[in-house]
């Protein structure tokens, strides 16, 4: 129903920058939130950033001042801007769409992309 399309990832030496993109598309009745996860070798996937209509972003604490989460809600897109990359925010990042069902129980529907890989050397 819904399709995400992620770019921007790479490789960026520390200290570098990357702006990760990813446009939804699709049968989208209201988008309630877009958000970036991310998953390093041998963890959990986390989340990074997430962004819904009306309500400040919010951030895991280990990228807070060097990320920033922005969603243009005309063209169903999410941007992730990473400043100040480290090593360990190598992981593929996925991004994430929430999508409310238009009706009852108007329950919660997720969306994946299919991942981008951002790799930073020190």
């Known amino acids: 129903q819904v399709r995400l399309v992620e770019s921007g990832g790479g490789l960026v030496q520390a200290g570098g920058s990357l702006r990760l993109s990813c446009v939804a598309s699709?049968?989208?009745?209201?988008?309630?939130?877009m958000g970036w996860y991310r998953q390093a070798p041998g963890k959990q996937r986390e989340l990074v950033a997430l962004?819904?209509?009306?309500?400040?972003?919010n951030y895991v604490d280990s990228v807070k001042g060097r990320f920033t989460i922005s969603r243009d809600i005309a063209n169903n897109t999410v941007y992730l801007q990473m400043n100040s990359l480290k090593p360990e925010d190598t992981a593929v990042y996925y991004c994430?769409?929430?999508?409310?069902?238009?009706?009852?129980?108007?329950?919660?529907?997720?969306?994946w992309g299919q991942g981008t890989q951002v790799t930073v050397s020190s």
């Open positions: 962004i819904t209509r009306g309500e400040s972003p």
């Open positions: 699709g049968r989208i009745f209201h988008i309630n939130a």
């Open positions: 994430n769409c929430r999508v409310i069902i238009p009706t009852p129980p108007y329950a919660p529907k997720d969306y």
